[in-house]
């Protein structure tokens, strides 16, 4: 693996860990805290997740004109601006428009981390994918495990924390990525002959269909992260359990990745297999934590769930690297990002108002079928892809 790929690596693991000081405790905050409902909290996210969809259509477009360096030091500027403001501005409403302003700084930064993973290891496929993705991941079981820790004693606390490892990160980017985007020039000169036009559309077409199903899965998995969150409090689990369960998940994915690397040499071959495999164990997962009443069931159900976003979050970033053009890595990228960002602003107002008006064992149904419909357009994205190769095989002998 080349040297600036675990650059891009300390980079994530650093920045992610810092954002997870506060999305654990998002909807706890504006819930307990703040007193505001589940419904007002999914608000919240939801414009929180809605400037983080701009922020990846943003930053992936930046990318390919401007390369990455100027684009990340954009994002991360925004984020540790906003991040340090909310060290003594947090009531509701300044809360609310600061982690509108965090989305949109933080979602320009994870498009060009990606596309600059995919472009510098080129040879290493899916492998760039999944080291960023452990990375993001190691960052999310620090800053879960750290941020629970420090909200239990004071929510200030993690708002310094955040503020001082977003601070961290710009100075990483400022000093040491300046010489890492080696392929700006380049980028930019496609991008400007293709004159921003897609050429494949039914490429680009199969990535819509399976960016679909993404997104249904992750309106699926952020209900950790809101709805099941508050849902554990009500059970007696407290803050610092519900935090362990993400430590949990982040470091079953380090110590795990040799055995799913394994799994899919020997028995998963192509990527559309292994997000497959994904969505049928994130419905096993759901129907646990559904009759899960203490820590132990959620420990379960989350491990499951693990295992799961094992083989689909890496997997949809990889596919986008494999259909995008030259110099469009960002654009793809950033389509794939603002899916899974759409997931999130949508999951927290939705899950919110199912448990509001109807109950919780509602609401896990509801994600179950969501998981059945992603199985469903995935399978639709395959057989048009399949289609796509077969028409190019013809043309390309000819």
Not at 217 to 244: C, D, E, F, P, R
Not at 333 to 345: E, F, K, L, Y
Request: aromatic share 14%; proline share 2%; hydrophobic share 50%.
């Amino acid at each position: 693996m080349p040297a600036k790929v675990w650059l891009l690596i300390i980079g994530m693991a650093l920045n992610v860990t810092g954002s997870s000081f506060l999305w654990p405790i998002n909807t706890i905050f504006i819930h307990e805290h703040l007193g505001k409902s589940l419904t007002v909290a999914g608000i919240v996210l939801l414009l929180n997740s809605g400037a983080g969809i701009i922020g990846n259509l943003t930053g992936g477009l930046l990318f390919d004109k401007l390369g990455g360096y100027k684009t990340i030091m954009l994002g991360v500027s925004i984020s540790f601006t906003t991040s340090f403001l909310l060290i003594w501005f947090h009531d509701f409403w300044m809360y609310s428009v600061l982690l509108v302003f965090m989305g949109f700084g933080m979602g320009i930064v994870f498009p060009s981390m990606y596309a600059l993973a995919g472009t510098m290891w080129k040879e290493g496929g899916r492998k760039a994918f999944n080291r960023i993705y452990i990375a993001q991941n190691v960052g999310v079981a620090l800053g879960a495990a750290l941020g629970g820790f420090a909200a239990s004693y004071s929510f200030t606390l993690s708002f310094i924390s955040c503020s001082t490892l977003s601070f961290v990160f710009f100075i990483i980017v400022l000093f040491g990525f300046k010489d890492i985007d080696e392929t700006e020039e380049a980028s930019v000169q496609t991008v400007f002959s293709q004159r921003k036009r897609i050429h494949n559309k039914e490429a680009f077409m199969a990535l819509l269909i399976l960016c679909g199903g993404y997104l249904l899965a992750w309106i699926g998995y952020v209900q950790w992260q809101s709805t099941i969150a508050a849902y554990t409090q009500s059970l007696g689990v407290t803050l610092k359990m519900y935090s362990l369960l993400w430590t949990v998940n982040g470091v079953f994915i380090v110590l795990g990745q040799p055995l799913v690397n394994l799994f899919l040499k020997k028995w998963l071959h192509s990527t559309t297999s292994q997000i497959l495999v994904g969505y049928c164990i994130f419905v096993i997962s759901f129907v646990m934590v559904g009759n899960a009443k203490d820590f132990s069931g959620f420990m379960l159900a989350m491990i499951v769930l693990t295992i799961g976003e094992m083989l689909v979050w890496p997997g949809v970033p990889s596919i986008a690297a494999e259909l995008a053009p030259e110099g469009r890595a960002g654009f793809y990228q950033g389509i794939v990002n603002s899916t899974a960002t759409g997931g999130r602003m949508l999951g927290p107002l939705f899950g919110g108002m199912i448990a509001d008006l109807f109950n919780i064992s509602v609401l896990f149904q509801t994600i179950i079928g969501l998981m059945v419909l992603a199985f469903i357009l995935t399978i639709i994205y395959s057989k048009s892809r399949h289609a796509i190769q077969q028409t190019e095989i013809p043309q390309q002998a000819s």
